[in-house]
């Protein structure tokens, strides 16, 4: 079927859908109800999920609280249980995400991510030892694009405090977040858990078939102009190029692992005892580790602090690699890698600058311009488009 009728029939299938939800607000109360948001959850449907393996434990009663909106909508719960599912010691902390909005469903539905964070916290997670919120119920609703993922809060739990993307990270840091990076890419390498997940090129065409993201990037460029290098002002369709070119190398010539799919420093947080964690796992991908690696340390680090610092990171990543199950490729091999991997980060942040009025606003203009400024300075020191040929 042609991509813009389909998503035009999602539209007002999925439109339809929200506009019954406003009137009738159906409650969430079996195992096999989608909320809504967190002002559909019901005790009876906590109890569904989070009870279903401890025979007599019931969720008594439970409050919602920090609410927050934006490619998804966000409230933590405290959940207090009966006698039972205290002894059993059932999670009590938790973070829900949903899609409530229209807009949120046919950007998620429509890149075909929905379930995202479903597959990675009911099938991945248990299987991997990093620093990442345990996950405890996920949930999607084809028809109606309706999702929810349950998972630790881990602000209460490990005392964990969201980074800020406009603020610059220790060396310490970065090291920690590529290794914690290596481990789940030495996990997963090429497992035979990952083999349904999209890869990266997959991944470009669904979203293509929601938003015209070229036409948004060059956009983007644009808008970010006065924090991007000279030489790469008015390059969006060279730019482009490199995009599409980076994500067919780590689909088709790179050993698959499981991607974050979209780590930049924003999804990450360090907990009270200084250890840096990924959150956000809509993006789950399978494909080249240098996706996620590049655009972790590109995203994260000033320039000045990339430049001295790159190569040291990417030898802490690669040993911790190996240690985790990987196959480590030859220092010079990596380093290209790297360089040409650098391409994606740059078209996240300029489509989402450049976004179109249907779009979900998904982050301030200044985070934008602070990684956009990173990542092109990156692209230009790497040279990351003679390192694609392109």
Request: negative net charge; charged residues 20%; hydrophobic residues 45%.
């Amino acid at each position: 079927m042609n991509p813009k009728l389909w998503l035009l029939g999602r539209f007002l299938a999925v439109g339809g859908h929200v506009l019954q939800e406003k009137v009738i607000r159906p409650k969430a109360r079996t195992v096999d109800d989608v909320p809504i948001s967190g002002a559909t959850i019901t005790s009876e449907w906590l109890t569904a999920v989070l009870c279903r393996d401890t025979a007599g434990a019931e969720v008594r009663s439970f409050e919602v609280f920090d609410g927050s909106h934006g490619t998804s909508t966000r409230v933590a719960l405290r959940v207090e249980y009966n006698e039972v599912g205290e002894q059993a010691g059932l999670p009590s902390e938790l973070f829900a995400k949903t899609s409530t909005s229209l807009r949120q469903r046919m950007l998620l539905g429509g890149a075909r991510v929905i379930d995202g964070e479903t597959n990675f916290f009911m099938t991945f997670r248990p299987l991997v030892e990093m620093e990442a919120p345990k996950g405890y119920w996920g949930a999607s609703d084809p028809a109606s694009w309706r999702s929810i993922a349950l998972m630790e809060n881990v602000a209460v739990t490990r005392g964990a405090e969201f980074i800020e993307p406009n603020v610059p990270i220790t060396r310490g840091q970065a090291e920690d977040l590529v290794r914690n990076l290596a481990r789940l890419h030495g996990t997963f390498w090429e497992h035979p858990s990952i083999a349904a997940l999209h890869t990266p090129n997959e991944m470009l065409i669904a979203v293509r078939s929601a938003i015209d993201m070229k036409t948004r990037s060059v956009v983007g460029l644009k808008r970010a102009e006065a924090v991007v290098p000279v030489a790469l002002h008015g390059a969006g369709e060279r730019l482009w190029l490199g995009v599409e070119r980076a994500l067919d190398i780590a689909t088709k010539d790179m050993a698959p692992t499981l991607l974050h799919g979209d780590p930049h420093i924003g999804q990450t947080y360090i907990t009270s005892d200084g250890r840096m964690g990924l959150a956000d796992w809509q993006v789950v991908m399978r494909g080249g580790w240098a996706h996620d690696f590049a655009y972790t340390v590109n995203s994260a680090c000033e320039p000045e602090d990339r430049r001295t610092w790159d190569r040291a990171l990417l030898e802490s990543y690669l040993d911790e690699l190996g240690r985790a199950g990987g196959v480590v490729p030859s220092f010079a091999d990596a380093w290209l890698a790297y360089r040409q991997q650098s391409m994606f980060a740059y078209a996240a942040w300029a489509f989402t600058i450049g976004r179109a009025a249907y779009q979900p606003e998904m982050q301030p203009v200044e985070t934008c311009l602070t990684l956009m400024r990173r990542i092109t300075t990156a692209l230009e020191d790497l040279d990351s488009l003679g390192a694609l040929g392109v």
